[in-house]
């Protein structure tokens, strides 16, 4: 058992460094920005103890600064558009997008700008930043992956793919609505690809 643990950590260290190197001897962008075609943003509630319900946002923008030399350095941020919220049912969808829950009309986006971004390993890192949501600004860290970075066999041009992992707690920015039935503890999770930024 030990022994097969020590294999599994042994293993993920090579892989690890294999990855650096490749990295490190790229010729990559350090300016990324969001594949719109690529990334999805979504999150899950507890309904009641009934059920799970899954939903996402269809319209996300983002910016990332990241150089392999000097990743601790990288930052992001990103923007959500609350009306682009899409649980698989209209009539839910429209619900909350009222003041009980996004007030899309009075906030239409949501927003994530980081302030420290610390790589454990080549591959995983914890990114802290301010969390935007409801007029309300709080801290929220976020688990990244990377999943892979090289040059899509389509385009011929670099590709970071990437995960993302947090918990937001909606009641803490003011989401109180139906807190005894729907879950107030929100798992989100951020699956996306990084493209050289364009020229604006």
Same mark, same amino acid.
């Given at each position: 058992?030990?022994?097969?643990?020590?294999?599994?950590?042994?293993?993920? $260290?090579?892989?690890g460094s294999a990855l650096a190197a490749t990295m490190a001897s790229a010729a990559l962008p350090t300016q990324w920005q969001l594949d719109d075609s690529h990334t999805r943003v979504g999150f899950s509630v507890n309904h009641?103890?009934?059920?799970?319900?899954?939903?996402?946002?269809?319209?996300?923008?983002?910016?990332?600064?990241?150089?392999?030399? !000097?990743?601790?350095? !990288?930052?992001? #941020?990103?923007?959500?558009?609350?009306?682009?919220? *899409?649980?698989?049912? *209209? %009539? /839910?969808? =429209?619900? $909350?997008?009222? *003041?009980?829950?996004? #007030?899309?009309?009075?906030?239409?986006?949501?927003?994530?700008?980081?302030?420290?971004?610390?790589?454990?390993?080549?591959?995983? !890192? =914890?990114?802290?930043?301010?969390?935007?949501?409801?007029?309300?600004?709080?801290?929220?860290? $976020? *688990?990244?992956? $990377?999943? =892979?970075?090289?040059?899509?066999?389509?385009?011929?041009?670099?590709?970071?793919?990437? /995960? %993302?992992?947090?918990?937001?707690? /909606? !009641? %803490?920015?003011?989401?109180?609505?139906? %807190?005894?039935?729907? &879950?107030?503890?929100?798992?989100?999770?951020?699956?996306?690809?990084?493209?050289?930024? &364009?020229?604006?």
């Amino acid at each position: 058992m030990i022994n097969t643990k020590i294999s599994t950590v042994t293993k993920a $260290l090579l892989v690890g460094s294999a990855l650096a190197a490749t990295m490190a001897s790229a010729a990559l962008p350090t300016q990324w920005q969001l594949d719109d075609s690529h990334t999805r943003v979504g999150f899950s509630v507890n309904h009641m103890g009934f059920s799970t319900t899954m939903g996402h946002f269809n319209d996300v923008k983002g910016m990332v600064n990241y150089d392999i030399k !000097a990743p601790d350095e !990288a930052s992001m #941020n990103f923007t959500i558009a609350t009306d682009s919220i *899409d649980t698989n049912w *209209d %009539a /839910r969808d =429209k619900h $909350l997008k009222t *003041d009980e829950f996004f #007030n899309v009309e009075k906030y239409p986006t949501m927003t994530f700008k980081s302030t420290q971004v610390k790589f454990i390993n080549p591959q995983q !890192a =914890k990114v802290t930043g301010d969390f935007t949501l409801l007029g309300q600004t709080k801290p929220l860290t $976020l *688990d990244v992956t $990377l999943n =892979k970075i090289a040059n899509s066999p389509l385009t011929k041009e670099p590709v970071v793919g990437f /995960r %993302a992992t947090g918990t937001l707690d /909606r !009641a %803490a920015y003011g989401m109180t609505a139906y %807190a005894d039935g729907i &879950t107030t503890n929100v798992p989100i999770q951020i699956d996306g690809e990084l493209v050289k930024k &364009t020229s604006e």
